[in-house]
Structures are given as structure tokens and as C-alpha cells.
């Protein structure tokens, strides 16, 4: 079946400008997860939802970023008023309920910001 | 934020050979995970260890949970040339959601 995809693949903005990256999870999975992975680093935690609530959103590097998702599906990261720190590649993650469940991972948005 | 510390960096070896790898922390982990990443894609995950002390394996690939909750090791035996990538190991404590990695061991294999 489909997996985990993010769009746009490769995002290329002028500082100050505004991103949007978008998550299709996998059908049916309830919990979802966006990570942060910047050059020769892990993967680090932004935001987790579960259906349409945000039980943690402490990763989160400031109130530049945002996200939401809408019937339980479809999720978006914004990053207002992007700065060159910003770029790195943004991870979707889906699992079928949450906690003990897998994670599966998208193949990522490389976000550059010039 | 919290990162797990894991080694080597990176390693080179030679087909056929087996590989270690581990990850430690000063805390506490209620579940271990290892994840392979190709370029330009997303973590796969591996193995998941759940319970400590805990060895599973999948394939070539040996995976152990720590006693101490506190460390997690990878081995892949007689490596091939499609173990090339990325290999992050990852916590999730008690009563959370979200996971912790590492920065990852970069595995290059000679042929």
C-alpha cells in the first residue's frame, strides 16, 4: 500500500519568506510525528499529533513554527518568516495508533533558505 | 534538546565483514529502536527492543537492549554492499510519544 509522502520533495525560499510542507499519512494511522533532521545530525522531535490534537508540540524550535492537521489525515508544517537556520530536511512520521506502534517515515522536504 | 550518544561516526569496511555499533545515555529508555536511512529517504526502521536485556534479531542484523536501560547495540554479520547508509538508533521514555536519536553511524562498504 501507499506510505508516508511529503511534498514538495525539495523547497528552496528567500529568507523572510513563508513555508509551507504538507504530510499525507498512511491511511488510517492515527498518530503522526514531524521531525527536523539538519546536516550530520539525528532526527529531532517537532511536533506530534494525535487525530487532529497536538498532545506535544514541545519541539517546536520557536512561534515561527506551526502545524496543524485536518480530518485526521493531511498535515502541515509552517515556518513563518524562515531564517537560514531553518533549512534542513523535514520528516513525516505516521503510526497506526501511537506510543509502542511504528513509526514509518516519508522521504523527507529539504527545506533551503538563501 | 536530548540526543543520544552514539558511535562510531562513521566506519569503512570490507564485504564480509561484521559490524558494531552502540548508542548510550544518562538516562533512561522504556524502548530502543535502529533505523537504516538511504540517501534521500526516510528512516526505515530495523529492530524495536521493548523489554531490557532483550536481544532480537532480523536477518544479519543483532540488536540488544542494555540492562541498564541506559544502552542499546547494533551488529550486522558478514556485511554486503547494500548495508551502505545511515544507521540511527532512537529511545522513547516512559509516557512519551516522541523519540530521541542519535546522530547516526555512517557505514560505507567495500566491495
Known amino acids: 500500500g501507499a506510505g508516508v509522502s511529503q511534498s514538495p520533495s525539495n523547497k528552496v525560499t528567500e529568507k523572510g519568506k513563508d513555508v509551507e510542507l504538507r504530510c499525507d499519512p498512511i491511511s488510517g494511522h492515527t498518530a503522526l510525528y514531524w521531525y527536523r533532521q539538519s546536516l550530520g545530525q539525528g532526527l529531532e522531535f517537532l511536533i506530534y499529533f494525535q487525530g487532529n490534537s497536538a498532545p506535544d508540540k514541545s519541539g517546536l524550535p520557536s512561534d515561527r513554527f506551526s502545524a496543524e492537521r485536518t480530518g485526521g489525515s493531511v498535515s502541515t508544517l509552517t515556518i513563518q518568516r524562515t531564517q537560514q537556520e531553518d533549512s534542513a530536511v523535514y520528516l513525516c512520521?505516521?503510526?497506526?495508533?501511537?506510543?509502542?506502534?511504528?513509526?514509518?517515515f516519508g522521504p523527507g522536504t529539504r527545506l533551503t533558505v538563501l | 534538546g536530548q540526543q543520544l550518544n552514539q558511535s562510531p561516526q562513521s566506519m569503512f569496511i570490507q564485504e564480509g565483514e561484521d559490524v558494531s555499533m552502540n548508542c548510550t545515555s544518562s538516562s533512561i529508555f522504556n524502548t530502543w529502536l535502529w533505523y537504516k536511512q538511504d540517501p534521500g529517504e526516510g528512516p526505515v526502521l530495523l529492530i524495536a527492543l521493548y523489554k531490557a536485556g532483550e536481544l532480537t534479531s532480523n536477518g544479519r542484523l543483532t540488536a540488544q537492549f542494555g540492562i541498564t536501560r541506559k544502552d542499546s547495540f547494533l551488529n550486522i554479520s558478514a556485511s554486503i554492499p547494500s548495508d551502505v547508509g545511515i544507521y540511527f538508533c532512537a529511545g522513547r521514555q516512559g509516557g512519551s510519544e516522541k523519540l530521541v536519536f542519535g546522530k547516526g553511524t555512517k557505514l560505507t562498504v567495500n566491495p
Open positions: 512520521a505516521s503510526s497506526h495508533r501511537g506510543f509502542t506502534d511504528t513509526q514509518y
